[in-house]
């Protein structure tokens, strides 16, 4: 597992150079997939065609789940499959040259076994599983604190909000405060560092995919927004927490639908 590790690490790294070369040429293509919102650029094609290769070359036998180019479903999930993020927080990437991530989970037999998310620009690599623990860089993540809803950030997406889908107001009035950052990386490595206490939003499992393995390995609950284990197949309403702030939320959207059946 430590060859893996390196590798990726290293695969991580050299992308993260790539994009860097990029926004100093500044002369990227952006496109719209589905909206004018859902954009792509050359670089996240870049990012991804270079991790594809690597994976290629290290190990062929290997599935590839990733975002662009036609990778975006997968549904044997036996031996081993990467889920790759070229770039999360492409609209960040686009506006701000900021906030964004690069994001790789690794799973065996359909099990989570390491994931990495990169925050580009401030050169944080979170990187774990279940087996080794999880780090920041190199240094050893501890497990967070059991925040409760109220002693915490919750991250959540903007139209869950606007829209109070499934109590999503009360969620945010019940804690310290909503946060927002265009990023599913960034809000999961809030998580996994103990400055949010919960994130909900609605992911893909590539958004979802290396965030989830750490969280798991920390202890953190991790599912769809019902409770029920991911699936790996299209957008769907992920959440995550702290147990006791996850315990709460759950609650308050279980309430949301008694009320609304
Ligand atoms: C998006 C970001 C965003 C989340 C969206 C994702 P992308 O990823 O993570 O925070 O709310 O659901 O699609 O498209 O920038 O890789
Ligand atoms: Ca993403
Ligand atoms: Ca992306």
Not at 109 to 126: A, R, S
Request: aromatic share 8%.
């Amino acid at each position: 597992m430590q060859i893996m590790i390196n590798e990726i690490k290293n695969w991580i790294k050299e992308a993260a150079d790539l994009v860097k070369e990029e926004i100093a040429k500044n002369d990227m293509t952006i496109d719209t997939k589905e909206g004018r919102k859902d954009l792509v650029t050359s670089v996240d094609k870049k990012v991804q065609d270079f991790l594809v290769e690597q994976i290629n070359n290290f190990d062929p036998e290997a599935k590839i789940l990733a975002e662009e180019d036609g990778r975006d479903r997968l549904t044997d999930f036996s031996g081993r499959v990467f889920v790759i993020d070229p770039i999360d927080g492409t609209l960040n990437f686009v506006l701000e040259k900021e906030n964004f991530c690069i994001m790789i989970g690794v799973y065996e037999e359909g099990k989570g076994k390491l994931g990495f998310i990169y925050n580009v620009m401030q050169d944080h690599l979170l990187w774990g599983g279940r087996e080794i623990g999880v780090f920041i860089n190199e240094e050893n993540l501890t497990v967070p604190k059991d925040l409760s809803l109220k002693d915490g950030l919750v991250g959540m997406n903007s139209s869950m909000y606007r829209k109070n889908a499934y109590n999503a107001q009360i969620m945010a009035e019940r804690s310290m405060g909503v946060r927002m950052s265009g990023c599913a990386g960034l809000e999961l490595i809030g998580l996994i560092e103990g400055e949010r206490n919960a994130y909900v939003s609605s992911l893909a499992p590539w958004d979802y995919a290396a965030g989830s393995i750490m969280l798991e390995a920390l202890g953190m609950e991790v599912s769809d927004i019902n409770g029920n284990p991911l699936k790996f197949a299209g957008r769907e309403l992920f959440m995550a927490g702290t147990p006791s702030a996850y315990k709460e939320m759950r609650a308050l959207v279980e309430q949301s639908e008694t009320e609304n059946s």
